[in-house]
């Protein structure tokens, strides 16, 4: 681990899978968000009149963190932190750097922490009372294609005779997303429409997209950003960005497949991607840092901008996540959603490091709040296939309800989650990230 | 011309030729910003601690609005001009619509028109006094890829076997751009570095871009957005559009050649592109609209939600434009910068209100400030093209200093110009649009 990794990489107290919250929900096994966790969110009290809060998971409950600030809490952390906490997004706070937010982690445990007795229940506002909304002003969203399996299997159906392309092992393939249709987990998804054009067809035609899919992403979510002109090394990457979150970014292939060449995917994705609520910080992943994917003897090394000693012995995290899928009929015969994969992030090809590295390589500057999407997390095994496009490419997928589903219908709810563990440590997760596809707007 | 394009297309008084400015700058025939254009900017004082102001520019001259609004001469327009005037960029002033544009437009007219007498010099900042900046916060960049003759000349370079592909007629093809890295005209351009590789290289390498291109476009900037799932008729497109700018989509071709497949260009276009400072309204264009590109009867007719008999009749807009360059050694030796190329942005396959339409009919918003660059304009014939990769496919260009570029050097300046004229109407042009190159960081 080099120097310029610390505070991030750094296991501490704050890590420790003794302590114990004041909040019992949050000593829970089964809870997302244990004291060790922490992740920051946006949040507005339901039926209220209050204005949009920043707050921090812990248990069911949220962390008020502009009560904490009221009672005097965090005090003498870093001058612009009450201001940065009073505002309705996490941009102000992402901003503030790595090592503020590590002495913020450690100020949130000692005030959590259940040596600290019985706590302030005036601090807590219970999350089911709670509008979760899109915690972060996202400026550019830029979309990664960082799993050579998902390469690999999309490659194959869009070109059978030429599934991986020359460049994929050597560049972190990626396009610019929409930033302006990022909304928040439970967001409708309205289904687009589109031109579209069959092989055997002798024309395009427009209208709702008949193949209607979504891919399973973790996004990276930019803290300090970067001037422009000045590339970011790779062992300084981490330094820049502040948490990761689940993302979903919705695509419709029909349209895709027409529009795709030359200059890549538009209206495919442009019409909604949503993120989770929650993020949780660089910091708190500290535990769950795993070697990077080992390449194949066969494979070229990265070039050295994107090559280091730090990266490839800690530059994964360990991120597990699985997809589930909920029709409107297996909702109405209560079946419980079906797992339709799991994975764990260490499967990508390309670190996020990679990612900041290669984003700024030319010079491109990030912003604060800027989103990174690792594109579709999919792994060797067919039951770690992120996205319908690959599950169904052998046969449409059984629903428990009797159904059959080749692509998402309207009603079809579909549910990321996403957590870490490890021996010794707590479990941490991310919540979930979800959407329910709502009819076309009618013409 | 249907009634929704109202107020947009209609010629008023405020386009008479006969009119004249108490701005004797703006009388000259060879200005740019006579009273009958009144483009939008965002200035401020050189060696000054001003604030950052919105003006109008007028002759060689800037119009303070803050100043005219103090002095009462905008009031009774619209509640939310005095504050939209306020700000740093004209975001809030372009989200106040066309019916308060028009209305403006009016005010400004009488304000500076010579009938009312000498006028007030203390409304009047010198434009050479004044730094010109980016004058709108820009959320998503799109950049489309209208010309055919650049498609079909790009895709004979890149494809050469499957130059313009099945999609190019029915579809406006666009993909999303960085917006993080819009700059003002006169901002430094730093070349770029990146990896590429040549067909004859065993791999790959890192280092400066030696394939350094300017892209000749017209960027359109959205003044009221659309909420999500609610898309933008084709007759409705332009209410939704504030004006027009120049735009240099700055191109390194080696890494875009290298990295652009799957899904697009990235690296190669995010490093910087480069804006206008003035914005011309869509009210200011109303005396130069046309009729759309003429497609050969073999061109298949555009789907519906594409095709209007307004958009055919007057979805044009006949800018002229031009591009220059001048290297430094020219710059030396006193010569004047060299026309690369004169078109006009009729020659566009696809109208700006058809961008717009395409780009919402999945339901994707646009949000105010949101630019939509054309892609390179570039018409059929030889001095018409609008980048230096289709400019030099037959060899280099030759400078008047006696030197050769196939593609630009440290120490070119590139120029852009565009004007609108039309027998029986003032010509109004657009300024210009400049960046020079600078030597890339060093490694």
């Known amino acids: 681990m080099s120097g310029s990794d610390k505070p991030l990489r750094v296991i501490d107290d704050t890590h420790n899978s003794n302590l114990r919250s004041w909040v019992e929900s949050a000593n829970s096994d089964d809870t997302d968000f244990p004291i060790q966790?922490?992740?920051?969110?946006?949040?507005?009290?339901?039926?209220?009149?209050?204005?949009?809060?920043?707050?921090?998971?812990?248990?069911?409950?949220?962390?008020?963190?502009?009560?904490?600030?009221?009672?005097?809490?965090?005090?003498?952390?870093?001058?612009?932190?009450?201001?940065?906490?009073?505002?309705?997004?996490?941009?102000?706070?992402?901003?503030?750097?790595?090592?503020?937010?590590?002495?913020?982690?450690?100020?949130?445990?000692?005030?959590?922490?259940?040596?600290?007795?019985?706590?302030?229940?005036?601090?807590?506002?219970?999350?089911?009372?709670?509008?979760?909304?899109?915690?972060?002003?996202?400026?550019d969203y830029t979309d990664f294609y960082a799993s050579v399996f998902h390469a690999t299997n999309v490659g194959r159906i869009f070109r059978p005779d030429n599934p991986l392309l020359p460049n994929y092992k050597h560049v972190p393939i990626a396009y610019h997303g929409r930033s302006s249709s990022i909304v928040a987990s439970g967001t409708d998804i309205r289904r687009p429409s589109g031109q579209s054009k069959a092989p055997d067809a002798p024309h395009p035609s427009f209208?709702?997209?008949?193949?209607?899919?979504?891919?399973?992403?973790?996004?990276?979510?930019?803290?300090?950003?970067?001037?422009?002109?000045?590339?970011?090394a790779?062992?300084?990457?981490?330094?820049?960005?502040?948490?990761?979150?689940?993302?979903?970014?919705?695509?419709?292939?029909?349209?895709?497949?027409?529009?795709?060449q030359p200059l890549g995917p538009f209206l495919a994705?442009?019409?909604?991607?949503?993120?989770?609520?929650?993020?949780?910080?660089?910091?708190?992943?500290?535990?769950?840092?795993?070697?990077?994917?080992?390449?194949?003897?066969?494979?070229?090394?990265?070039?050295?901008?994107?090559?280091?000693?730090s990266n490839e012995e800690s530059g994964g995290i360990d991120v597990k996540v699985e997809v589930l899928l909920s029709s409107?009929?297996?909702?109405?015969?209560?079946?419980?959603?079906?797992?339709?994969?799991?994975?764990?992030?260490?499967?990508?090809?390309?670190?996020?490091?990679?990612?900041?590295?290669?984003?700024?390589?030319?010079?491109c500057n990030l912003r604060t709040g800027d989103l990174l999407g690792s594109g579709t997390v999919s792994g060797p095994a067919n039951d770690a296939l992120g996205c319908l496009l690959e599950i169904t490419r052998q046969g449409p997928v059984q629903l428990p309800s009797g159904e059959t589903r080749r692509f998402l219908l309207d009603g079809d709810e579909v549910i990321f989650r996403g957590y870490c563990e490890r021996e010794g440590y707590r479990r941490i997760g991310f919540g979930e990230c979800r959407g329910t596809i709502v009819p076309a707007v009618s013409p």
Chains 1, 2 share one sequence.
């Not at 009290?45 to 998971?57: F, L, M, N, P, W």
């Open 207 to 232: 209208g709702p997209s008949q193949r209607l899919d979504y891919e399973m992403e973790i996004g990276a979510l930019v803290g300090v950003g970067n001037p422009l002109a000045q590339p970011i």
């Open 328 to 363: 409107a009929q297996m909702r109405e015969q209560g079946l419980e959603p079906l797992s339709l994969s799991r994975n764990s992030f260490l499967n990508m090809y390309w670190t996020v490091a990679q990612m900041v590295a290669h984003h700024t390589s030319n010079g």
């Open 269 to 309: 994705k442009s019409f909604v991607s949503t993120i989770s609520p929650w993020v949780v910080t660089i910091e708190a992943l500290a535990p769950f840092r795993s070697p990077a994917f080992v390449r194949p003897p066969e494979d070229p090394r990265p070039l050295p901008y994107l090559s280091s000693t």
């Open 234 to 260: 790779l062992d300084e990457a981490e330094q820049h960005l502040f948490g990761l979150c689940l993302l979903n970014d919705w695509s419709a292939r029909d349209i895709q497949a027409w529009e795709y």
């Open 37 to 139: 966790n922490l992740p920051f969110g946006v949040f507005r009290r339901k039926h209220s009149q209050e204005t949009v809060r920043i707050g921090v998971a812990i248990g069911d409950q949220i962390l008020d963190l502009p009560r904490c600030r009221d009672l005097g809490l965090l005090e003498g952390i870093a001058g612009d932190l009450p201001q940065a906490i009073a505002a309705p997004v996490l941009n102000p706070l992402m901003a503030l750097g790595p090592s503020v937010m590590a002495q913020l982690r450690g100020r949130l445990v000692r005030t959590l922490d259940s040596e600290r007795g019985g706590g302030d229940p005036n601090l807590l506002v219970p999350m089911d009372q709670a509008e979760l909304l899109l915690p972060v002003a996202i400026g």
